[in-house]
């Protein structure tokens, strides 16, 4: 049974899904540039500005707090404004923080950091909503396509900065700068596409009523739990594989093929949901490998660092591709995705911000990382159990069917868990 009775998905027209399609690529390829530039430029950021570890720690963690933060404004400027001219004003928030961020002083550096993650947060949110509303049928498939670009926006930037400023003759400024490049391309062609859009105005969002369903808060420790490790990859894998005796530039290596692999992950994952119309043996299985991938780096034979950051990588692949096609897949209609898109990254990078910062106490207190494997550990086996609860083949409640539940009895909605089963 479905979650209620709906009007079914309307396809967009050919022009207008590709053009959709184009802004979602184009976006997608500009959102984790800013994130994984950063880490390979952060000891010359450290000599040139002589700022300390812990302002390193706060330029690490500082976009990951503001993708929590400004994600919960996201469903209000949609609403206001519609997907494509949010998705594209992000674009312009993204070109105003990159220039910033290279202007060169610390002050710039940390305001050009938090516009940066303000405009990647809001996209983040925005284009679940936008795939759902567009591509209803095809979830999988398009929010693969939405990761890969994602992941191999980001292992390219990670792995041209450093040769881009020492072409350039500059530290850290000008290979933050030509980050904006990019940015200013998708720009001028997302202008173009915007014509083009497809779709009906957003709803009114009603954000209390997933506040109050079970699966939501499902869906938002999945996303959480799996943002925590990816960002502790992120800052503390090169350090990781440092302790192991690696030297600073195979790690650097090991970080960049570690990003690059995980497109292999997403990729898999809309082949995965095809086979599983239940996504929780998918998720299993994902958290083991990611467990089996942090094991090996840390404490396994020397011969099985490599083959561990290549697992650690398509696992993570794919766990953040499925946690994003979860929240499409848990939601019965755009404007609901989009709500629950919100609340599961609002609150779940909040959640993640925690992770490299626990990982980093743990590690001086311990001064081994012993005490930090032990908590990725735990980690895993808590999304393994999130995955388990968030991957059922149900949906949250639809707030469309709220707001019309004169038609609709509300009891349909509030079945076992508040959520009905799909089908």
């Given at each position: 049974m479905s979650t209620g009775v709906q009007q079914a998905p309307v396809r967009p027209a050919g022009t207008a899904a590709v053009a959709t399609m184009v802004l979602i690529v184009l976006v997608a390829l500009a959102l984790r540039p800013p994130f994984t530039a950063v880490a390979p430029l952060l000891e010359a950021i450290q000599r040139d500005l002589g700022v300390s570890n812990t302002f390193a720690g706060v330029l690490t963690t500082l976009p990951v707090v503001c993708l929590g933060v400004f994600a919960f404004v996201a469903p209000t400027l949609r609403q206001r404004f519609g997907d494509?001219?949010?998705?594209?004003?992000c674009l312009v928030v993204l070109l105003v923080g990159n220039s910033l961020r290279a202007a060169g002083s610390t002050w710039t550096l940390l305001a050009g950091t938090v516009v940066v993650g303000a405009g990647i947060a809001v996209a983040n949110v925005a284009l679940p909503g936008l795939i759902k509303r567009d591509f209803p049928h095809n979830i999988p498939v398009i929010t693969a396509v939405y990761t890969v670009c994602l992941t191999l926006g980001g292992a390219f930037a990670a792995s041209i900065v450093v040769p881009v400023g020492t072409a350039l003759g500059s530290a850290w400024q000008a290979p933050l700068g030509v980050l904006a490049v990019p940015v200013l391309v998708a720009l001028v062609i997302s202008a173009f596409v915007l014509r083009r859009g497809s779709g009906a105005p957003p709803q009114p969002s009603r954000p209390g009523l997933l506040w109050r369903t079970p699966l939501a808060w499902q869906v938002t420790a999945f996303m959480g739990l799996q943002s925590a490790m990816a960002y502790v990859v992120f800052g503390w894998l090169p350090t990781m594989l440092q302790g192991r005796g690696m030297s600073a530039e195979l790690s650097g290596l090991a970080l960049g093929i570690q990003a690059a692999v995980q497109s292999i992950g997403s990729l898999a994952v809309p082949v995965l949901c095809r086979r599983f119309r239940d996504q929780r043996p998918i998720?299993?299985?994902?958290?083991?490998?990611?467990?089996?991938?942090?094991?090996?780096?840390?404490?396994?034979?020397?011969?099985?660092?490599?083959?561990s950051v290549i697992v650690l990588g398509v696992a993570q692949g794919a766990s953040f591709g499925l946690a994003l096609t979860v929240i499409g897949l848990r939601a019965p209609d755009s404007d609901t995705a989009a709500a629950l898109s919100g609340m599961a990254q609002g609150i779940g990078y909040l959640i993640a911000a925690t992770g490299p910062l626990l990982i980093g106490l743990l590690h001086d207190l311990a001064g081994t990382?012993?005490?930090?494997?032990?908590?990725?550990?735990?980690?895993?086996?808590?999304?393994?159990?999130?995955?388990?609860?968030?991957?059922?083949?149900?949906?949250?409640?639809?707030?469309?069917?709220?707001?019309?539940?004169?038609?609709t009895p509300v009891t349909r909605f509030h079945r076992g868990e508040t959520a009905g089963r799909v089908g």
């Open positions: 494509e001219k949010v998705v594209v004003g998720s299993t299985v994902l958290a083991i490998c990611i467990a089996l991938g942090f094991a090996g780096i840390l404490v396994g034979p020397a011969s099985g660092v490599w083959p990382w012993t005490a930090p494997l032990a908590l990725l550990m735990a980690c895993c086996a808590a999304w393994l159990i999130s995955g388990l609860l968030a991957c059922r083949h149900r949906q949250v409640p639809s707030r469309a069917a709220r707001r019309s539940r004169h038609n």
